[in-house]
């Protein structure tokens, strides 16, 4: 993650009502799950991943290369950039929805 982290702050608003810190805490019951799911590499093959990213930063047109399949399920990912440096997207498909999202 190194130095391009960037952090979110959250605000608490303590009131007896529990509604809310419920559905807070079933949206974020299976985090734990889905960070060990994320695909790990090699820091070569990081650093190969960048280099791809740093060529193609101003290309265009461009068609980036590699899967979309290995992406985590509802991603919005660059499909091209047309010559007019008009980018397109498109989504991997949705994963089903869990605890509501």
Not at 25 to 39: F, P, W, Y
Not at 64 to 73: I, K, Q, R
Request: proline letters at 6%; hydrophobic letters at 30%; charged letters at 25%.
């Amino acid at each position: 993650y190194g130095s391009g982290l960037a952090s979110t702050f959250f605000s608490i608003r303590i009131t007896e009502d529990t509604g809310r810190l419920d559905k807070l805490l079933a949206v974020l019951a299976d985090v734990k799950t889905r960070l060990e799911s994320r695909k790990k590499l090699s820091p070569a093959d990081f650093v190969a991943t960048l280099e791809t990213r740093e060529k193609a930063v101003h290309a265009s047109p461009y068609t980036p290369c590699g899967p979309t399949d290995t992406m985590f399920p509802g991603t919005w990912y660059l499909q091209s950039i047309d010559d007019k440096h008009r980018r397109q997207y498109s989504r991997s498909e949705p994963a089903q929805q869990v605890n509501g999202h």
